[in-house]
């Protein structure tokens, strides 16, 4: 069995409170509350940039070249695009960038990305994947979910960009390129003995998307 595949059996419960959190229930309905959506977009842009630290960790924590590229093309991905389009994005919500670079990050922010980088730090490349797993690929899996069962009532649906966006065929083929890159790297690295802190990371990990989803709905 592949890794993630592994490890997300292994943290089910924690993982279905984060991909069938009410907040991805009320994106996919469009009830979600916009204020909701306003907070959650200004704090993910902040996650993203401690998100580009955390794969220049990677770069770091590298053992061969080609890891070091993955990891290169993951921060270039963020700092080139990813940024630019959450911009965008705030900005048809009505907030410019000065609003959103000086917004204090949330201690649900700074929990989750500090976690991401003492794993990669304290750790090698595969705790550093392992605890960034969950935010990649399960965002791929979330978009997948809400575009086959809302994507014919989309029109109208003010969180139609994001679902897209998500269920796109670029970010689908991120987040299955990232989920190979983690499979080469278990090849190298994986021992029965580190499983259990491999499904600690994993669980953890997957409790603070929750817990960001958490944050959006009780800004509201
Ligand atoms: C809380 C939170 N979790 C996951 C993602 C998804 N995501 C993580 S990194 C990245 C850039 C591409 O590598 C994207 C889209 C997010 N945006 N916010």
């Not at 994001?162 to 989920?179: D, K, P, V």
Request: net charge negative; proline share 3%.
């Amino acid at each position: 069995m592949h890794l993630f595949s592994r490890l997300k059996a292994d943290a089910s419960g924690d993982w279905a409170s984060y991909v069938e959190h009410q907040f991805v229930h009320e994106l996919g309905t469009g009830e979600l509350p916009k204020s909701s959506f306003r907070h959650y977009l200004v704090q993910d842009y902040l996650f993203l940039i401690q998100f580009a630290r955390a794969y220049a960790l990677g770069i770091y924590k590298s053992p061969t070249p080609q890891d070091m590229r993955q990891s290169l093309e993951g921060v270039k991905a963020i700092m080139d695009v990813e940024l630019d389009l959450h911009l965008e994005l705030c900005a048809s919500w009505g907030m410019s960038r000065e609003d959103i670079e000086n917004a204090p990050e949330a201690a649900q922010t700074i929990a989750y990305t500090r976690f991401v980088l003492e794993a990669g730090m304290a750790g090698d490349l595969l705790d550093l994947q392992v605890a960034l797993a969950p935010c990649i690929i399960g965002y791929a899996e979330i978009g997948k979910g809400l575009a086959e069962k809302h994507g014919q009532t989309l029109d109208g649906n003010p969180y139609k960009r994001w679902i897209e966006e998500y269920s796109g065929s670029t970010y689908q083929n991120l987040a299955a390129e990232f989920g190979a890159w983690i499979d080469a790297t278990a090849g190298v690295y994986l021992t029965e003995a580190r499983v259990p802190r491999l499904r600690k990371l994993f669980a953890k990990a997957s409790q603070l998307e929750a817990d960001f989803w958490q944050m959006g709905l009780e800004a509201s």
